[in-house]
C-alpha cells in the first residue's frame, strides 16, 4: 500500500506561485500514475493534473493548463505540482492520488492553498 503526505500549500497573493510536493513510500512509485485533485468545500472533487510512471506524459484541466506543471522525482519518490500566476478560484485543498486501473486510490490527507485577491 502507497501512502502519500502533500506538503508545500500556504497563503499567497494572486499572481504569486507554489510548488506542492507530495512524497511517497513504498517501492513501487516509479511504476504508478500520479495525479493531483483540488476541492473546495461544497463543489466537487476536481482534477487538476496527471502525469506517467516515467513522466514522460502529463495532461491538465483546462482551467489551470499553462500556469501549472506536474513533475516527478523518482529517485526521491515524489511529484510536485507548481503552481504560477495564482488565481483566487485556485483556492482549495490539493490532494495526490496513485492512479492504478483506470482508478485513483491511496489518497494523501491534503494541503490548503489559499491564494488571495
Known amino acids: 500500500q502507497v501512502q502519500l503526505v502533500e506538503s508545500g500549500g500556504g497563503s499567497v497573493q494572486a499572481g504569486g506561485s507554489l510548488r506542492l510536493s507530495c512524497a511517497a513510500s513504498?517501492?513501487?512509485?516509479?511504476?504508478?500514475?500520479m495525479g493531483w485533485f483540488r476541492q473546495t468545500p461544497g463543489k466537487e472533487r476536481e482534477f487538476v493534473a496527471l502525469?506517467?510512471?516515467?513522466?514522460?506524459?502529463?495532461s491538465y484541466a483546462d482551467s489551470v493548463k499553462g500556469r501549472f506543471t506536474i513533475s516527478r522525482d523518482n529517485a526521491k519518490n515524489t511529484v510536485y505540482l507548481q503552481m504560477n500566476s495564482l488565481k483566487p478560484e485556485d483556492t482549495a485543498v490539493y490532494r495526490c492520488?496513485?492512479?492504478?486501473?483506470?482508478?485513483?486510490?491511496?489518497w494523501g490527507q491534503g494541503t490548503q492553498v489559499t491564494v488571495s485577491s
Open positions: 513504498g517501492r513501487t512509485f516509479s511504476s504508478l500514475a
Open positions: 492520488a496513485v492512479r492504478r486501473n483506470f482508478q485513483y486510490d491511496s
Open positions: 502525469i506517467s510512471s516515467s513522466g514522460g506524459s502529463t
